[in-house]
């Protein structure tokens, strides 16, 4: 305390030293090798979310395979989960002149001003797996994603199309992303929109899980406690709905029989829990989308028009179908 | 003997009545909606009932808010415990997860000891950067909580660990005696430490340090040790809440684990009458804030407040509760300044109108 400025250097070093070495360990491996060659090879700078869950896990590798499968130079950068981050290694990959930049937004507002700079520098942009809400198109070339409300809306007919002979109402609980992200706000709608269909279909309760199995495992607890009856649980991802297992086998009922659950994602647990029997349904949102951002890439380097919204493959699975898919699962 | 229950008992009444006036509402209120809410019921040989929920769900936090009214109490703050409990969870399970035999109490307990052995060495981390080199708690742990989560990431490359390991998920999800193990294990740490603060001069030097590092030191109280030593029992707290929160769903998740574990306990820790300026502690008054809290959260998914709402809805509540204890605070102060002879409990008054 007596030697303020010795402690506040100090503080600085500590902290910087601590955090380099934080984002040197989550955000790099990728950044250096094989430039400064002066080839011709396409430089595209990517800037990931970070690394909340396995699903982001997935699409990262996704994306650092199919870059050396295609023989693209990969800039990759970490935001962990800040936007200023995110600007900050846009505005990098601006000065680095590389020839593409993709990012996923880790929020859907405020990229204006750094999308104009890349526009200025001629810099072509692709976002993948994220929107954001820029009014003007001009700024990207094109969105690469999954269709959340159409991920909703696979796993509603499924239902739909499962209980058409039910007689009685059918009760369902639904276990919502983080509040106010585009996934669990576009999951829901998808979902409402198709259980409309069918009036015996009611949702009873519906709460966020934030996403995480403890979320949603704390959430089901309560539900299983506050209504008696619950028939079907709709989880918008597989981690919670594997949180929401053990709240369910604790409660003394079986998961997948007495109660059938449908959630988003496939991701390895999922499937493996799909494949036992305890998930009745899984529509995909595939983060395997490694090679088709590569393929756009080479496209709007080499000048050609794109789409400005392109889906990323996926498909829905049964519990037959986990079975056969899940020995060439790679998440 | 009775001397002291006597000068003690109005003193306890006074700190817990309004916490617990506001935890006995939230369950009334709870009751009235849904009067199967304190329904408790034996299933598979132990119980089972939302008030259970409510106090296994809590466990973990009172252990991070244990640690957190020391380092409170010696007027520091230790926000790096979320961190902590993310990477000690990601350790244990992922040495768990590398195990030929999960289920094997040696693999648990190696795990346990690798991922406290951590923990001591980023609590002395904490430890020698607030009492040795004198940085503000606050930037101090700062560090910690914004690395730590880097490093957790590190541990589970970014992956969530799932385990089935029995013995591990039973620090969780066990029970003992038909209670929940993990309430169990919160308690027992709980009277571990007011046992250490309260029937040694610990916790005395703890409040005399809290109250002036200097004039401790003066009086010949090594301060630093002191302090010191706080931020390593937090840290040993916060691993032991890791343990927990990664037991519940058998899996590590360094991204979620602990997430904002720090703000609720700091939030407990207040509710339950501690002052954030240091000094006097109350125990007692920090567990019943970390009931208050997991409550309130249960209180959300019980009563189905949507999600776009809940977030204000714990912010009035906790407003409330901050206003219900103000007016005794003030009144207090009133009768102080009136002229009343300043008893021995005055000067740690002093320290309490802080946060009204």
Known sequence: ??????????????????????????GNSDTGGGSGDGNDKIVLGFSQVGAESGWRTANTTSIKEAAAAAGIELKFDDAQQKQENQIKAIRNFIQQKVDVIAFSPVVESGWDTVLKEAKDAKIPVILTDRAVDSADKSLYKTFLGSDFVKEGRLAGEWLVEQKKAASGPVNIVELQGTTGS????????GFAEAIAANPNLKIVASQSGDFTRAGGKQVMEQFLKANPKIDVLFAHNDDMGLGALEAITAAGKTPGKDITIITVDAVKDGMQALADGKFNFIAECSPLLGPQLMDLAKKVKAGEEVPARIETEETTFTQEQAKEALPNRKY | ??????????????RLFWPALVLVVMIAANTV?????????????????TPIDIL???APLILVALGMTLVIATGGIDLSVGSLCAISGAIACLHISGAADQNSPATVATALALAFGAALVLGAWNGVLVAVIGIQPIIATLILMVAGRGIAQLVTEGQIITINSGPYRAIGLG???????????????????????????????????GGNAEASRLAGIRSRRIVFLVYVISAVCAALAGFMVTANVSSADGNAAGLWIELDAILAVVIGGTSLAGGRFSLGGTVLGALIIQTLTTTVYAMNISPQTSLLFKAVVVIAVCLVQAPAFRARLRRRRRGAEPGPAAPQREKEQVPA
Do not use: Q, W
């Open chain 2, 33 to 49: 909606y849904r009067p199967g809410f304190l329904a408790v019921e034996v299933k598979n040989g132990h119980l089972y009932g």
């Open chain 2, 1 to 14: 003997m009775t001397a002291v229950a006597d000068r003690l008992r109005p003193l306890t009444a006074h």
């Open chain 2, 56 to 58: 296994r769900l809590s």
């Open chain 2, 175 to 209: 029970h003992f005696l038909t209670l929940p193990l993990a309430i169990l294990i919160a308690l027992a740490a709980a009277l571990l430490v007011a046992a250490f603060t309260r029937r040694t001069a610990l916790g005395l030097i703890v409040e005399s340090v």
């Open chain 1, 1 to 26: 305390m007596r030697s303020r400025s010795t402690a506040r250097t100090v503080i600085a070093a500590f902290a910087g030293v601590l955090l380099a070495a934080s984002v040197a360990a989550c």
């Open chain 1, 182 to 189: 585009a996934p669990a706000n576009d999951r829901k709608k």
